[in-house]
């Protein structure tokens, strides 16, 4: 499966029924038959770097993709909405990771997405530690209703590095991400020396993309290889 999450900095003129009617633009894009889905909600209060709303798309494959870039309701109306309310917009498209469901069946949660960019110069044993301490981070955290790591395939207009992995999780409920999952010992005690400048153990780059939005249906539930 192919996934797309755009995070959009908006105009500080934009109207708020603009990005109103945005929002609602790409959800019912989701009836497209080339799209497997497609959500989208202005951050919460918590995000960094993230823009003011994301927007979520899964496709099957990258030429669902592309056709689906040519339905109208992506070509006249999710772009024309864009152009007319955003000052910039970063886009990432990666090949969906293996996926982990706790709560396949979830509903109104909340999407947290994390770009990150593992140094270029690091051994790839390194890397694959990294990776497997982050994936394995929903075996111990119960908040994490269901998860997915996977690498960076293409990154347009970044403001920040070249991001080399997206770690999604999705949660019942905001509390469950700024709450459990940032206070578990797995998180501080085995994951956060991998991005702390004061670690040996750091690989991670300073600047990252951490983002959650509302949700209104699990995404990830509904990714095949």
Known sequence: MIRVTAFVHLRADAEPETVDRLVTTVQRAGDEPDIVAADASRVTPNARNAGDVMLLGAFDDLEALERARRAPVVADGV???????????????????????????????????????????????????????????PRYIDAIRNSSLSRVDEMRASLGPEYTHVWEQEFATLDGLTGPYMRHAYHWALVDPWFDAQSPHRIVDDTLIHASCDLRRSILSLARP
Do not use: K, N, W
């Open 79 to 137: 772009r024309s909405l864009v152009a007319a309310c955003a000052a910039h917009v970063e886009i990432v498209r990666y090949t969906q990771g293996a996926v982990r469901l706790r709560e396949p069946a979830l509903r109104d949660g909340i999407q947290r997405t994390l770009l990150v960019r593992v140094e270029p110069s690091t051994d790839p044993e390194l890397v694959e530690r990294f990776e497997h301490d982050v994936a394995e981070m």
